[in-house]
């Protein structure tokens, strides 16, 4: 699998690290309601086909980024900084 990285350019899956599930936002901090943490941390989905995950470029610019790639094919389909695809949840969850 090939990733765009913004900053790099295209490159290697071997050069980043998965980070993550990115279709969801992380609970305030100041939120000390424990179900909620806990399903936060604990639950997770095994999506099959689109999905939003963090990934790390850890041999390269070290910057954290949101990769769309289908699960079943890997085709990547949009690759944007991990700091846009927070903006994007708060706004989906203020709607």
């Given at each position: ?12 899956e ?9 279709m ?26 689109w ?10 610019c ?6 769309t ?27």
């Open positions: 699998m090939r990733i765009h990285c913004p900053f790099c350019g295209e490159r290697d071997h050069e980043f690290s998965y980070g993550g599930d990115a969801r936002l992380r609970p305030d901090e100041s939120n000390t309601d424990q179900t909620c943490w806990s399903a936060y941390v604990f639950l997770r989905d095994n999506p099959r086909g999905h939003q995950e963090y990934w790390q470029h850890v041999h390269g070290r910057a954290w980024i949101c990769v790639r289908n699960t079943m094919s890997h085709e990547v389909r949009r690759v944007c900084s991990a700091q846009e695809r927070v903006k994007e949840l708060r706004a989906e969850a203020s709607q």
